[in-house]
C-alpha cells in the first residue's frame, strides 16, 4: 500500500486496505458497545467496510446493526467505543448525527476524560511499555468515549 504526497490512500491500494481490514478475528467483539440501562445489547458482525486517509491518519468506518430493535423512547442508549484489550485508542471526532430517525432524537457526546480515572489504573498503565497491553479485563472500556442517544 501507497500514500501520494498529500498523505491521500492511493486508489488503487483502497480495495486492498478495506479487503485485509474487514479480516476480523473470531474474537473480535465490534469496539461498538451498546447499553441501555446498563444492560449490553448484541449488534450484528461489522458490515459496509470502508477506509481512507484522512489527514495523515486511517479512518476505519463500518456499520453494526441491532439483531432486535430497541424503544428508545423508554430508556437512554449508550454507545462506547473501545476495544477490550486497549489495543486500538479510538476518538470520536464528530458530534454524532442521527440519519432517518422516525422520533426526535438528540445525542451528547462524552468524550473519556484522563482526570477522572484512578492513580491506582495510571500509575500501572504508565509501567507498561508500547508493545505491552494491561492485564485488566475490559480495560478498553474505562478510556472509552461515549455517545448517549435519547430519544422522544
Known sequence: MSVDSDSELAEA???ELIRYRNDWPTDFDGSAHLSI???NIPLDWP???DAEFIDGRLSV????KLTTAVDLTISSATVAFYESSYFYDFSVTQHPQMLNAEIQCHTDLVPFAPNNQGSV???ALMKLNREQTPDIENIGALFADRIVVQCG
Open 13 to 15: 491500494d483502497r480495495p
Open 61 to 64: 468506518t463500518f456499520m453494526r
Open 121 to 123: 489504573l495510571q500509575g
Open 47 to 49: 458490515t459496509n467496510l
Open 37 to 39: 440501562d446498563g444492560m
